[in-house]
């Protein structure tokens, strides 16, 4: 198997079936989920290690962010 490009990629995208396409951006959205969710935890963590800040406190802050972020 030799290099993936974006546009290798997109191309055989485009040969799937509509189903195919649709299980093919479900397992995208997954691994991005996941990346994401790590990152989110590994930034809590570093947060916790140098701070006197609780978990609790934390969660007040994300719950905050979303609120206004709906504004």
């Given at each position: 198997?030799?290099?993936?490009?974006?546009?290798k990629?997109f191309?055989?995208?485009?040969?799937?079936?509509?189903?195919?396409?649709?299980?093919?951006?479900?397992?995208?959205?997954?691994?991005?989920?996941?990346?994401?969710?790590?990152?989110?935890?590994?930034?809590?963590?570093?947060?916790?290690?140098?701070?006197?800040?609780?978990?609790?406190?934390?969660?007040?802050?994300?719950?905050?962010?979303?609120?206004?972020?709906?504004?």
């Amino acid at each position: 198997m030799g290099k993936i490009t974006d546009q290798k990629l997109f191309l055989m995208l485009q040969d799937l079936s509509k189903r195919a396409k649709l299980e093919a951006y479900d397992f995208i959205d997954f691994l991005l989920k996941k990346r994401r969710k790590k990152k989110t935890d590994d930034l809590r963590k570093k947060i916790l290690d140098v701070s006197i800040w609780s978990e609790n406190d934390i969660k007040s802050i994300e719950k905050a962010k979303k609120g206004i972020n709906k504004l």
